[in-house]
């Protein structure tokens, strides 16, 4: 398109673009030289957004409209000519900004409009106040998306008074409630993340920008300002300082922050989905410090935390006198390894204090079931109690890992981790720890477990756990901590589900060995399957006979058999339900050496022919395949789909073509299988080594074969 008026020409992929451009400026007339010019895609439905013809990319001018248009450096020229007037025209100032916001998600573009300093100059626009309110949002606009085209360097942001400048106005904008600024507002919010994740006034911008301002835009009817806010406050917290991130934090899990998060963000996917899963992350991050923090012998907060959990279990009566030995029984009806000095219990990191944390928390706010756990494992035998610390310190490890705490956060997309049950109470994780702990002792009692099998159980628990917080299909995600206990399975449902897995498991599936073993066995497999469709072939299909028009032939049918030394296909009629004819019966109707191809399915010639009854085509078109010969071609509708595969495949290894229907695959697996547990029937519980082992130097001399 040249001036809106087509040109439809034929373009050699090795014409350079610039004598494209040339021939286009000669035929047409038109004025200036081709460095004036681009060529351009026209937005379509492959093409959504303003895309400038590089050489990289020309590979996708076929099949779209090309348009002449203004080069890179005109358009900048142009653009940076109108917002550099001192009183321009409102009317030229608002096109050039359009055109801008239109442009700059061009990387070509991008990179001369920041070549020319463009940048810099929209940015000193932004912090002199050149720009009124309707022009704000589409000049952000045009800053996040050259951000986002990451082509700002250093010598682009030399100017520091000018990002303090231009910060402080990004960061009145967040104090803003105004409909009008929704745009300028969602984009100051975009663009001060996109500073704070380059470590560009990472301090100033959090000194700027006030949380609560962050935290009250979580309630915008907007929710492209909620995701910004988000992904903002998510920024600040991923650079922030521990000390920082812990008062940030407290005021995320104030009742304010957690209702605005609730009435307005939960039950949303995609990105505040992403968005919430970060912040959850973040939240979580911060029990990494306890988590690998060791007791101190000084800590007098945490002895009393340990004395506290002793008086809450056992001192509800009476005050008595307690020596040494009385408190050791204590400790050790409580759970503690070391039961002289049970602080040493909280030695090793993980889970360090962390545990003890959760100890202390579940002792407080859930008295009842605390006593209830303690005194329910003291009546225990010996042999058969959990341990109540012990066992806490493992499970705490288990939660920290379960949901990530530490590591890195899962990428947009996975939600296997995020939980917006976390966002209903004040101290998720203890909250989350004090309904496990309770499960962990409901499953020893299930088990009827004893210290030997303290693994057994934790294998069991993470299993319970892991499978209410991701459930299958049959189950919603737990949305509340009152749902994730309807969802905990059993450890009955959990044992029977094992051991299907484990009847059903292919045997040693991922071992070195065995893959081995497969290619081994393969041949073998595939020579057996051939015979079993041969065999078919040999014995004989009756099929249904059909009109010219795809109509069923009542009672009318046609026997096809393949020649008992596979060199020829025989067809006959054969109407009778009682017997079978044999080969003598029937005429030869096509030599497999004639064969020339097998079609399937809807590219069938005579199914094509049905296409003007659709019903038919529908009807019969998956069932459908046709022997093509030199002159003719047998044209054939199975009985059913196993008929057809099985069918398809035997005439595949005829013309010497890979077999490739689904009963071939399922067949091919379900005797591989067979064949290896058969083979390693006798190895039942050795681990197999993950490389074969080294074949030892042949002897000295082979005399002993003569014995």
Not at 45 to 74: C, H, Q, Y
Not at 202 to 230: C, F, H, K, W, Y
Not at 534 to 539: L, Y
Request: with cysteine.
């Amino acid at each position: 398109m040249v001036n809106n008026k087509p040109d439809l020409r034929i373009i050699s992929v090795n014409t350079p673009l610039k004598s494209i451009i040339q021939d286009l400026i000669e035929s047409h007339k038109l004025g200036g030289s081709p460095e004036d010019y681009a060529l351009i895609y026209k937005e379509s439905d492959r093409i959504k957004e303003f895309k400038i013809v590089t050489e990289k990319d020309r590979a996708d001018m076929d099949a779209n409209i090309i348009e002449l248009g203004e080069s890179p450096s005109a358009s900048t020229a142009r653009i940076l000519t109108e917002i550099k007037k001192v009183a321009p025209d409102t009317k030229d100032l608002a096109r050039a900004l359009d055109d801008l916001r239109k442009m700059c998600v061009d990387p070509t573009f991008a990179v001369e409009f920041k070549v020319k300093k463009g940048l810099t100059l929209l940015m000193h626009g932004v912090s002199s106040g050149k720009f009124r309110l309707t022009e704000l949002g589409q000049v952000l606009h045009a800053i996040n998306s050259l951000l986002d085209q990451e082509v700002v360097d250093e010598g682009e942001m030399d100017g520091s008074d000018v990002e303090q400048e231009f910060v402080t106005q990004l960061a009145e904008l967040t104090s803003k409630e105004n409909s009008s600024l929704a745009l300028a507002t969602r984009c100051a919010l975009k663009i001060l993340a996109t500073f704070v994740r380059e470590g560009r006034g990472r301090e100033m911008i959090d000194r700027e920008v006030a949380l609560p301002n962050l935290i009250g835009l979580l309630g915008n009817t907007d929710q492209g300002i909620q995701i910004a806010s988000l992904g903002l406050i998510n920024s600040l917290l991923a650079a922030a300082s521990v000390e920082r991130k812990g008062d940030m934090v407290r005021s995320l899990q104030e009742r304010p922050a957690r209702s605005l998060i609730l009435d307005h963000l939960l039950n949303k996917d995609g990105l505040v989905g992403h968005q919430l899963y970060l912040l959850q992350h973040h939240m979580l991050s911060l029990l990494l410090v306890r988590l690998n923090t060791a007791i101190q012998p000084q800590d007098g907060v945490a002895l009393q935390k340990i004395k506290d959990l002793r008086s809450t279990a056992f001192d509800t009566g009476s005050p008595s006198v307690k020596n040494n030995t009385r408190y050791a029984q204590d400790h050790k009806k409580l759970g503690f390894n070391n039961v002289k000095d049970p602080s040493m219990d909280f030695v090793a990191t993980p889970p360090g204090i962390l545990a003890l944390d959760c100890m202390d928390y579940f002792a407080k706010q859930h008295q009842e079931k605390f006593m209830k756990v303690v005194l329910e494992n003291s009546c225990r035998q010996d042999n058969h109690e959990c341990p109540f610390a012990a066992s806490s310190c493992e499970l705490v490890k288990l939660l920290a890992n379960i949901l990530g705490v530490g590591q890195t956060p899962l990428p947009q997309g996975s939600s296997s981790r995020y939980h917006e049950m976390f966002f209903k109470v004040e101290h998720p994780f203890e909250e989350f720890y004090s309904v496990c702990v309770v499960l962990l002792n409901k499953t020893w009692r299930e088990m009827r477990a004893t210290r030997e099998d303290f693994t057994k159980v934790f294998d069991v628990v993470k299993e319970q756990i892991e499978s209410s917080l991701v459930p299958d299909r049959s189950q919603e995600r737990p949305k509340t901590y009152d749902q994730f206990r309807s969802n905990v399975k059993s450890y009955g449902e959990i044992s029977r589900r094992w051991q299907s897995d484990a009847k059903s498991r292919e045997a040693w599936s991922k071992s070195a060995p065995v893959a081995e073993l497969k290619i081994h066995l393969a041949p073998g497999i595939e020579e057996l399957i051939t015979q079993q469709r041969g065999n078919f072939m040999v014995e004989g299909t009756r099929f249904h006979r059909y009109k010219k028009t795809g109509e069923q032939t009542k009672s009318q049918y046609r026997y096809v058999k393949l020649h008992p030394n596979h060199k020829t296909v025989y067809v006959g009629d054969w109407n009778s339900e009682k017997s079978l004819p044999t080969i003598e019966d029937l005429e030869p109707r096509l030599q497999i050496a004639d064969i020339r191809d097998i079609i399937v399915g809807a590219e069938c010639p005579f199914i094509k022919e049905w296409g003007k009854k659709k019903d038919h085509q529908h009807q019969f078109a998956r069932l459908a395949f046709s022997l093509v010969g030199e002159n003719t071609s047998l044209d054939l509708v199975a009985p059913d789909e196993q008929t057809h595969n099985y069918w398809v495949d035997g005439i595949n290894t005829l013309l010497r073509k890979p077999m490739s229907s689904p009963d071939y695959v399922k067949e091919r697996d379900i005797l591989t299988n067979m064949e290896i547990k058969l083979r390693l029937l006798d190895l039942e519980g050795v681990d197999l080594p993950k490389t074969a082992p080294a074949i030892p130097p042949p002897p000295p001399d082979f005399n002993f074969a003569s014995c």
